[in-house]
Structure formats: C-alpha cells, structure tokens
C-alpha cells in the first residue's frame, strides 16, 4: 500500500471507526486510540485491501483491538477485587491500607500507556514470556523488554507513596505473629 492509498483509507474511514468504538466504550480516548491503532495495524501489515469490504474489515480489527482491550484490563482490575488476604490478624487499618492500595494501583494501571499496559499485563496476569508477547504484538523482545521497564517505571512512580503501606501490609500480619509467639 502506498502513502496516498493509505492517506485516502484514513481520510476516508477514521472517523467512523473512531465512532464504532467510542459508541462500544463511551470513551473518547479509548476510541481514538484503537482507531490509530487499527490504521497503524493495516500500514505496519501493508494490507491488501478489497474496497467493497474495507469498512468491514476496518470495524472487526478494531472490535477485536476493543475487546482484546478490554479482557486485559478487567482481568488486572479484578485482580484486587478477588484477592483476599488468609491472615485472621489483619486489622481494620490493614485492610484500608489495602483497598488505598488497590485504588492506587487501579489509577496506575489505567494511566500507563496503552502500549506498556498491554505488555504489562500479558506478562504479569497472562503469565506469557518476553519472546511470547513479541510474537503476539509483532514486536522484538528487545522492544517488549523496553516496555515492560517503562512499565514498571511508571508504576514505581505512581505507587511510590504506597510502598510503604504495602511493605507494611504484607509483612504486618507476620510481624503481628511473631510477637504473638505464633
């Protein structure tokens, strides 16, 4: 495909799949996104495309980019409404701790980087290795190992008034059962 074909096919159709996935998500941000992304799809590819079928095929890849999004995130956002810590000496101030924790690493999550976050999450919650996600993205691990530093990166700085607290949450209940002679 060549700069103007391409120039065209954006010109022509961004807009609509812009609409396709802001009327999916109710988020103007999430939408322009996975729009560019989906063009950015088609160039990185070099797509043939059959012109009585692009508008459809425009809307699936960006469906799939919505939904493939979207799975990634409510499996890390539900990872701290699941959690549930099996230690009987927790306090009322560990557990608010806890849940200042959980808001803290939500926020976080959701203002990392689409890119960072997605590389993130494959790892840390789908368990795949560096050489699996640059298989999956189409990326070297060179760029996958770039992504997850700045990942952590960004979580490090975000979560940075919260250590503390999780440092004393995780290791409280055990101190609590030390003294305790337990």
């Known amino acids: 495909m060549k700069k103007e074909e391409f120039r ?4 022509t159709y961004f807009e609509d799949v812009r609409r396709y996935i802001l009327y999916r998500s109710g988020n103007d941000d999430i939408a322009t996104d ?11 590819k070099q797509m043939t495309i059959d012109p009585k079928r692009v508008k459809g095929l425009l809307f699936k890849i960006a469906g799939d980019m919505f939904i493939t999004q979207y799975r990634r995130e409510q499996v890390a956002f539900n990872f701290f409404n ?3 810590p099996n230690d009987k000496s927790i306090t009322p101030e560990d557990e608010i701790n806890f849940e200042e924790l959980k808001k803290a ?3 976080a999550l959701k203002s990392m980087p689409e890119k960072q976050r997605a590389v993130f999450l494959m790892n840390r919650i789908e368990e795949l290795k560096y050489k699996e996600i640059a298989d999956q993205l189409g990326l070297s691990v060179k760029a996958i190992e770039k992504r997850m530093s700045q990942a952590l990166e960004h979580l490090k700085i975000n979560l940075k008034d919260k250590i503390t607290g999780l440092i004393l949450f995780v290791f409280g209940g055990r101190l609590n059962r030390i003294k305790n002679g337990n």
């Open 8 to 11: 065209i096919l954006f010109d």
């Open 34 to 44: 996975i729009a560019q992304d989906t063009f950015m799809r088609i160039w990185e």
């Open 82 to 84: 699941t959690f549930q």
């Open 105 to 107: 690493y939500d926020a």
